[in-house]
């Protein structure tokens, strides 16, 4: 009987093409796709936002300066590594802010630049759309920033305070249940989250693959400075993304989470 159920699921996954390959096959390049123009590029980006307001939040502004680094490049590329043992501790607002500027600062503001309507940014994005927005969640150890589920703007260099109030239970449920735990020795998650169109109108399916690579770029950039800093960092893809998406109260089809990056005590 078992012998047959496991036959059944084998002869299944012989069969059917599985949906990644499908996907990667989609969403290749092909030497005839139409390219839109720049000018409709343009138009098009007009429409969408550059990173969502939250107008109607309260803004938090965010230093100007940057915190030391202790560590050299090479340093802490060597020692990056997923903390054995995580406990939260204190992070300066100075620090937060470097970690998020690392993240996904702005770095020129392209005023002049008559093709590229967006400021470019610490990362590299696909036709600089900049398809990503980041939350995080303050476990209260950041200096300054009451507990609660913020926004980054990075035009602002401010945060917006979402929904005050310490959101671990929410956030432990949503992770995978043998990792639930994590959410109470963390001092701040970070949440990437793709915004699909940005890339997509432009990119189709190879968009989607964009925002997913981006994310990657702008979860090193925090995991160096985060390491720079003598600070703790895990990386998280172990999440029930539904759940995620709805504590973030984005739709999880336009927009929808990618990646956490978790901030502890270092040196553990
Ligand atoms: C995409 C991705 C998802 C990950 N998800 C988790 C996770 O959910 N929980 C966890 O403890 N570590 C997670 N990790 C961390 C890896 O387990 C870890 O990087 C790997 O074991 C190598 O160890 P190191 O980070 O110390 O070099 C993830 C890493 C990546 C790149």
């Not at 392209?110 to 590299?124: A, G």
């Amino acid at each position: 009987m078992l012998d047959s159920i496991w036959k059944s699921i084998e002869f299944q996954q012989d069969t059917e093409t599985p949906s990644w390959e499908e996907f990667h096959e989609n969403s290749k390049t092909g030497h005839f796709d139409k390219a839109l123009t720049n000018e409709q590029v343009l138009a098009e980006m007009a429409n969408l936002y550059e990173s969502f307001p939250y107008e109607n939040y309260k803004s938090i502004p965010l230093p100007d300066t940057f915190a030391p680094i202790d560590n050299s490049l090479l340093e802490s590329v060597l020692n990056r590594k997923t903390p054995a043992e995580m406990a939260p501790s204190t992070i300066t607002l100075e620090q937060w802010r470097t970690i998020l500027h690392f993240g996904y600062g702005e770095t020129r503001d392209n005023k002049d630049n008559e093709y590229i309507s967006r400021p470019f940014r610490t990362v590299p994005s696909g036709g600089a759309l900049y398809p990503l927005e980041l939350y995080f969640f303050s476990n209260g150890f950041i200096e300054g920033l009451e507990p609660g589920l913020y926004h980054y703007s990075p035009a602002q260099n401010a945060v917006q305070l979402i929904r005050p109030g310490d959101h671990r239970k929410v956030i432990g449920e949503s992770l995978v249940s043998f990792q639930s735990h994590i959410a109470d020795q963390l001092s701040a998650i970070i949440f990437i989250t793709g915004v699909f169109n940005r890339s997509i109108f432009k990119y189709r399916n190879k968009g989607y693959r964009f925002v997913m690579i981006e994310a990657g770029h702008v979860a090193q950039n925090i995991n160096l400075a985060a390491t720079g800093m003598n600070l703790g960092v895990i990386n998280i893809g172990g999440y029930h993304d539904r759940m995620m998406d709805q504590f973030l109260e984005i739709d999880g089809l336009n927009h929808s989470t990618i990646y956490l990056n978790g901030i502890c005590a270092g040196n553990s």
